[in-house]
């Protein structure tokens, strides 16, 4: 069933994952809202399938607060609530397309009759076209086809959160777009959630929402007009682009701050602005002879 009360289906406060000495994800905050499909966008190594494992409840070392359909993400509510798709496809190579969602369904939901294990195997088969590879060995099948197999085991008993980490990899232009018409018709027709991850800029117009992600962080979460309207771009290409060179720019500022170090208030030129032997002596201090004029030089300067 799905939620329709004004919490949204995924909820992050200051999440962070740290491995090996690394942070991964870096005190992310943001919300997926109820039948939208958001699109999580970055380049290779940002954190993306990171971030999806830790909503579909598979990532260790997570902190802070993570929420997901009001439950913290990986609790046992959520196995039958969630459906998750890995980049590399979980498929059983010596079984069919069909076995393989057979096999899955019967997991998932032990209690279904035979009867309704395959017509829910079939209606996903034909959600993802794969109705004529359905008696097919899957280790014999195309990378594309082989995920797409992945798809349907995770569209198995409409799930109310779908957690796609680059579905649309090897596929060509024609599927990519029925794909991204599937992910449009659940979330409109059935309410379903749907996090999308992709590199490829151009797939970010498909989304009705966007998180974009850099070095384990969120760059920006809004929409795509929004996006482009902020950064005055006329692609979502080009507003990423430049959220990450000011931020590069806002990285080396700060560099460029913290190599100067503190500046003395009270400075000599020499750092020791406590010490009177290390200050200048005035000149001119001979008999007859006013002495010289001494000016101490500003914070951080040097006398003039």
């Not at 499909?37 to 802070?64: D, F, H, N």
């Not at 449009?184 to 059935?190: C, I, Q, S, T």
């Not at 290390?278 to 006398?303: F, Q, V």
Request: aromatic share 2%.
């Amino acid at each position: 069933m799905m939620n329709n009360s004004g919490e949204p289906a995924v909820r992050a406060r200051g999440l962070r994952v740290v491995r090996g000495g690394r942070t991964v994800l870096d005190s992310l905050d943001f919300d997926l809202h109820h039948g939208q499909v958001t699109g999580l966008l970055g380049p290779s190594g940002c954190g993306k399938s990171t971030l999806m494992r830790a909503i579909a409840g598979t990532q260790a070392r997570v902190s802070g607060t993570l929420d997901v359909l009001g439950s913290p993400a990986g609790t046992a509510p959520l196995r039958s609530r969630v459906g998750y798709v890995t980049q590399a496809p979980s498929i059983y190579d010596d079984l069919s397309a069909r076995q393989n969602l057979d096999y899955y369904a019967s997991v998932l939901d032990p209690v279904l009759s035979r009867a309704e294990r395959a017509d829910q195997v079939a209606r996903a088969l034909a959600e993802v076209d794969l109705e004529d590879h359905a008696e097919q060995l899957t280790g014999n099948l195309s990378g594309g086809q082989r995920s797409r197999v992945s798809l349907a085991i995770a569209l198995l008993g409409s799930p109310e959160l779908l957690v796609l980490d680059e579905p649309t990899v090897g596929l060509d232009p024609v599927l990519r777009r029925d794909l991204w018409n599937l992910f449009h018709r659940l979330a409109d027709e059935r309410g379903t959630t749907l996090l999308v991850s992709s590199h490829v800029m151009d797939e970010a117009e498909r989304c009705r929402r966007l998180l974009l992600m850099r070095a384990g962080r969120v760059l920006a979460d809004d929409t795509p007009e929004e996006l482009r309207r902020r950064t005055g771009s006329a692609t979502v290409e080009d507003a990423f682009l430049r959220l990450v060179d000011a931020e590069r720019e806002a990285e080396k500022e700060a560099e460029r701050n913290t190599a100067k170090g503190p500046r003395n208030e009270k400075g000599t030129g020499d750092g020791n602005p406590g010490n009177p032997a290390a200050r200048p002596a005035a000149r001119g201090n001979e008999p007859g002879k006013d002495p010289a004029p001494h000016r101490t030089p500003d914070a951080g300067g040097t006398a003039q």
